[in-house]
Nanobody
């Protein structure tokens, strides 16, 4: 089994910064893409940012230029640096990872438990 543990969520004022981190552990041969989704109350879960094992990144349009995703392949971690935070960034942020548990197997998608980010105006 694979576990993803997130940290870094908090209450912050508009214009402030937060850094989310996520660490994967368990039976891991390799990790393909990793990243973050978020879900605000009453809304669907949407992709915020993702990064491949090679370092190719993608971002949701509203966070481009404010958020930066990075990963450490040796430590199986992914981070999200969030700057210039806005009240509309308020949501539960979920880490995900596509994990290959054994060589040759199809990657499985795993989720973290979620971490709350609240941005006050």
């Amino acid at each position: 089994q694979v576990q993803l543990v997130e940290s870094g969520g908090d209450l912050v004022q508009a214009g402030g910064s937060l850094r989310l981190s996520c660490a994967a552990s368990g039976v891991i041969f390799s990790i393909n893409s990793m990243g973050w989704y978020r879900q605000a109350p009453g809304k669907q879960r949407d992709l915020v940012a993702g990064i491949t094992a090679a370092g190719t990144t993608r971002y949701e349009d509203s966070v481009k230029g404010r958020f930066t995703i990075s990963r450490d392949n040796a430590k199986n971690t992914v981070s999200l640096q969030m700057n210039s935070l806005k009240p509309e960034d308020t949501a539960v942020y979920y880490c995900y990872a596509y994990v290959v548990e054994t060589s040759g197997r199809i990657p499985g998608r795993y989720w973290g438990q979620g971490t709350q980010v609240t941005v006050s105006s």
